[in-house]
T-cell receptor
Framework: AQTVTQSQPEMSVQEAETVTLSCTYD???????LFWYKQPPSRQMILVIRQEAYKQQNATENRFSVNFQKAAKSFSLKISDSQLGDAAMYFC???????????????FGTGTRLTVIP | KAGVTQTPRYLIKTRGQQVTLSCSPISGHRSVSWYQQTPGQGLQFLFEYFSETQRNKGNFPGRFSGRQFSNSRSEMNVSTLELGDSALYLCASSNRDRGRDEQFFGPGTRLTVL
């Protein structure tokens, strides 16, 4: 079974600074998808960024970027120029390639609570 | 385009009762997945429905069931409620049949079992 591990329960960052959230996963599959989701206190889960395992290039979405290390099974999220609105719970998630199992479900890590200090 | 909606947002029940939660996906999305979120177990997958058929199921007892209607709206039912069923129940919709597999989440239903 796939497992996703987030070893940092809490992180804090100064406004305008950069922070990196860690995520590792365990899988025997070669093709899969990885995601970072953000859950602010309002509870609405929002997709931040996604990465296809077959792509070597790291995904980037504005101030958010990932460092995807497939061999190490590592998928970290870097937030640049942190803003107060970035404060939230961040979840790393794994999804199998649909072509292999047909499954569409996400396996989530336990989350990292990010605090942004003004 | 409207997002995923869930009703009710909050629910209080007592042990032994049953409850039905509703989820309306984004227009055009035919896949609806349900997740349970608790402080102890985190986010766990319950089941997925696609075109009115259950496509995948997580490791939950048979007390948890669901269905999907022809308009893609989905309901989740929990029978014989237990204290441990207290959780935030999230549903997510996706457009998996068109190669877009991002899941968009609703605001959740907070269920409290007394």
């Amino acid at each position: 079974a796939q497992t996703v591990t987030q070893s940092q329960p809490e992180m804090s960052v100064q406004e305008a600074e950069t922070v990196t959230l860690s995520c590792t996963y365990d899988t025997s599959e070669s093709d899969y998808y990885l995601f970072w989701y953000k859950q602010p206190p309002s509870r609405q889960m929002i997709l931040v960024i996604r990465q296809e395992a077959y792509k070597q290039q790291n995904a980037t979405e504005n101030r958010f970027s990932v460092n995807f290390q497939k061999a190490a099974k590592s998928f970290s999220l870097k937030i640049s120029d942190s803003q107060l609105g970035d404060a939230a719970m961040y979840f790393c998630a794994y999804r199998s390639s649909r072509g292999q199992t047909g499954a569409n479900n996400l396996f989530f890590g336990t989350g990292t609570r990010l605090t942004v200090i003004p | 385009k409207a997002g995923v909606t869930q009703t009710p947002r909050y629910l209080i029940k007592t042990r032994g009762q049953q409850v039905t939660l509703s989820c309306s996906p984004i227009s055009g999305h035919r896949s609806v997945s349900w997740y349970q979120q608790t402080p102890g177990q985190g986010l766990q997958f319950l089941f997925e429905y696609f075109s009115e058929t259950q496509r995948n199921k997580g490791n939950f007892p048979g007390r948890f069931s669901g269905r999907q209607f022809s308009n893609s709206r989905s309901e989740m039912n929990v029978s014989t409620l237990e204290l441990g069923d207290s959780a935030l129940y999230l549903c997510a919709s996706s457009n998996r049949d068109r190669g877009r597999d991002e899941q968009f989440f609703g605001p959740g239903t907070r269920l409290t079992v007394l």
